[in-house]
T-cell receptor, first 113, second 108 residues
Framework: EPEVTQTPSHQVTQMGQEVILRCVPISNHLYFYWYRQILGQKVEFLVSFYNNEISEKSEIFDDQFSVERPDGSNFTLKIRSTKLEDSAMYFC???????????FGPGTRLLVL | KNEVEQSPQNLTAQEGEFITINCSYSVGISALHWLQQHPGGGIVSLFMLSSGKKKHGRLIATINIQEKHSSLHITASHPRDSAVYICAASSGTYKYIFGTGTRLKVLA
């Protein structure tokens, strides 16, 4: 069964460093998303992406964040200068259409020291 | 702004019990989703509902559009059902708006 994959599974970084989180969505899906979950809190929407551009972004998704689909398979989230409060689990998801089921990757646990 | 509320936040049940988790949302939606989050963090979609009722194995999900309310039921609960169950609303802007989750523990 097709699945969304994410790398790395864990990343530890120093405050101020850049990190890139990678995702491979399901191959025939057209809509891509990033969410995050701070430990003990609910999952929050960051950004949605379609047709090589951002469809919607949340207040969390400020200038420190960017997304890219560099080739036909990868979808990346970059945090330019990490802060302590960026420590969270980051989930990538993809869907065929706008209203359908989103399929989630296993997450990348980011720890900023 | 759509808010999604769940209750209870925590639930402990004995094996075999019938379990109900409730979800309410504040504005119109295009679909309501129930998801399961495992202890390791992975999120799996269980149901997508826009009306009525759906059943998959021992899981049943219902939605009442007029009352803006959905329920997830687990019949004959089992320790392997222990997980966090989350409802999420989508309203045509692609994103899911997540509830806070219900942490379920089923004791043998």
């Amino acid at each position: 069964e097709p699945e969304v994959t994410q790398t790395p599974s864990h990343q530890v970084t120093q405050m101020g460093q850049e990190v890139i989180l990678r995702c491979v969505p399901i191959s025939n899906h057209l809509y891509f998303y990033w969410y995050r979950q701070i430990l003990g809190q609910k999952v929050e929407f960051l950004v949605s992406f379609y047709n090589n551009e951002i469809s919607e972004k949340s207040e969390i998704f400020d200038d420190q964040f960017s997304v890219e689909r560099p080739d036909g398979s990868n979808f990346t989230l970059k945090i330019r200068s990490t802060k302590l409060e960026d420590s969270a689990m980051y989930f990538c998801a993809s869907s065929e259409g706008t209203v359908g089921t989103q399929y989630f990757g296993p997450g990348t646990r980011l720890l900023v020291l | 702004k759509n808010e999604v509320e769940q209750s209870p936040q925590n639930l402990t049940a004995q094996e075999g019990e019938f379990i109900t988790i409730n979800c309410s949302y504040s504005v119109g939606i295009s679909a309501l989703h129930w998801l399961q989050q495992h202890p390791g963090g992975g999120i799996v979609s269980l149901f997508m509902l826009s009306s009525g009722k759906k059943k998959h194995g021992r899981l049943i999900a219902t939605i009442n559009i007029q009352e803006k309310h959905s329920s997830l039921h687990i019949t004959a609960s089992h320790p392997r059902d222990s997980a966090v169950y989350i409802c999420a609303a989508s309203s045509g802007t692609y994103k899911y708006i997540f509830g806070t989750g219900t942490r379920l523990k089923v004791l043998a």
